[in-house]
């Protein structure tokens, strides 16, 4: 993915990405596809339709699920700040859908500002755009930045993975049931309905 560069200079070429805060960052970039990764704003390609459905069907699936019991799902890239303890600058995804637990977000207004709140549980679609290695690195800092789980859907293969601290990835076929007991006691859905398969 390209950073977002400052401007050109006179002899054609751009000058070095500037860091940035994350309050700088969600100032300046409120409406854009774009993340803040350790200090640097990077451009988000515009998803395709498949990338939307599968949003959808994982989205509305937590969200009858949680919202009466436990908590909101969130969608649409909204921006959460993650604080990673490795990291010397500022880093701010929006990822596909989050959901955060009414511990951690009572029910009522929602925080306009940017916030400290941090979702216990992340999904995101690979996109075809998507380097496995820059999904790595963001699932990587999702879970340092004290994401309790991350799920990985990837279309091409049909399949969902799981990611937890100090646990081993869980890849789970079309057939398999997603579950996320430790946050979701009771939740579960089959991997290929998300699919559409």
């Known amino acids: ?11 054609g070429t751009a000058t070095e990405p500037k860091r940035m805060t994350a309050e700088e960052f969600a100032a300046k970039h409120e409406n854009d596809r774009v993340e803040l990764i350790a200090g640097i ?18 989205s509305s699936r937590l969200d009858l699920f949680a919202e009466k019991e436990c908590g909101q799902v969130f969608s649409n890239d909204s921006f959460i700040r993650l604080r990673i303890p490795d ?3 500022d880093t701010v995804y929006g990822p596909d859908v989050s959901f955060v637990s009414y511990e951690r ?3 009522g207004p929602l925080p306009r500002e940017l916030s400290e709140i941090v979702p216990e549980l992340v999904v995101e679609v690979k996109s075809p755009s ?9 699932m990587g800092d999702y879970l340092r930045g004290g994401v309790s789980v991350v799920v990985i859907l990837d279309p091409e293969s049909q399949t969902g993975s799981v990611y937890r601290a100090n646990a ?5 076929g079309i057939d398999d049931k997603l579950t996320i007991p430790e946050i979701l006691p ?11 398969v």
Do not use: A
Request: with cysteine.
């Open 1 to 11: 993915m390209p950073d977002v560069l400052d401007e050109p200079r006179t002899d």
């Open 41 to 58: 704003v990077r451009e988000k390609p515009m998803p395709n339709w498949e990338h939307g459905r599968i949003c959808v069907r994982i």
């Open 87 to 89: 990291h010397s600058s």
């Open 105 to 107: 977000l009572p029910r």
């Open 130 to 138: 998507d380097s496995w290695s820059y999904v790595f690195g963001k």
């Open 168 to 172: 081993n990835q869980m890849t789970l």
């Open 186 to 196: 009771g939740f579960e859905v089959r991997v290929g309905d998300l699919f559409g």
